[in-house]
């Protein structure tokens, strides 16, 4: 396993979560600066999923005769331009504008970056190895939101951009400077992508990552109402849970990389997709003490979080000659999810108010479930 490009790829996963995650610490600032209502500069979060999601698969086909260091590294360098492109002014046309070409960028740069793990690490350790960097995600949403809330309070909300442009230009640097010139993808052509939707197993995972991330933002989305509906806790203890949900976020994928190198990825997704749907199950009885929601957060983030490298591996070894495609369309089904998840979640509070929300949350991992458990497994019995 080399660690130093690795670290590099984590440095870049980093600067490509935080690009997509701290838009939420800004958005009232930026709302009144851009004289727009909350609700539109939403759609700066909204948008940017969107694009990302539609985006991932096609721009992996198209792309795909690019060396894939150069790819990686013209792709955070597009996100580093347009961050600084919406930092340094403009009104809202603008700034929505300059999240499309991000989310553009962003969409290349995690597949190549995700895809490249498996060149730089050998078998018995690519679970480890994808844990590494996908840590740089969870890192992203611990620091992220409050990071950006921070210097929007202290500078400008175009400062958190400026933020962004800088880390995604020091991850395209140390990606230039560490990481080997990287295998070149198999050239596809558009019919690869009905080839590999034939694929059973990958279709079936694709849709495990799709109801998982559902359920996951169909609650986490709404946390905050969720937590002042049980009346225990105040801002400040709140805020002390979620950073502790994020910092345990990155224990969690390197907890899941290495029990995929134990138990394979098949049995880790069980694993993860089971404690999940039991901390829903419990989080309402878990959440009226302090001790029971510490107890909660930490294990739906280290499931959670552990998740990904179970599922990032499982379809890079089912992807039949296409990785890169497969771990595409995988991150539009995450996109997918969050948007669908936020949208279930709103519904779920309008028909039976915040505490209905690990209810129904529940019901869509249990079918995330069923299907983990239904889908065919391909690997040995032991690592992936």
Known sequence: MRLGPLLALTVATFALGFGELMIAGILPDAARDLHVSVGT???LVGVYALVFATLSAPLALALARVERRTALVAALLLVAA???????????AVVLAMRVLAAAGSAVATTIALAAVDALADAPSRGRAHGIVFAGFSAAATLGVPLSVLVADRWSWRDAFAGVAVSAFIAATLVALTVPRLPRARPLAWNALASVLLHRPLVMTLAVSLLTLT???LV???????????????ATVVAALLLLYGGVGIAGNLAGGALVDRYGAARTILACVGGMLAVYLGLGLLMRTLPGAVLALVVWALVSWGYAPAVNQRLASEARG?????????LAAFNAGIAIGSAAGAITIAIGGPLALPAAGAVVLAGALVVAWKTPNAEPDGAA
């Open 41 to 43: 500069a939403g759609s």
């Open 215 to 217: 359920a996951q933002y």
């Open 82 to 92: 347009a961050n600084a492109g919406a930092a340094a002014g403009g009104g809202f």
């Open 322 to 330: 296409a990785p890169e495609l497969a771990l595409a369309l995988n």
């Open 220 to 234: 986490f989305t709404y946390i905050r109402p969720y937590v002042d509906a049980t009346g225990g806790f105040d």
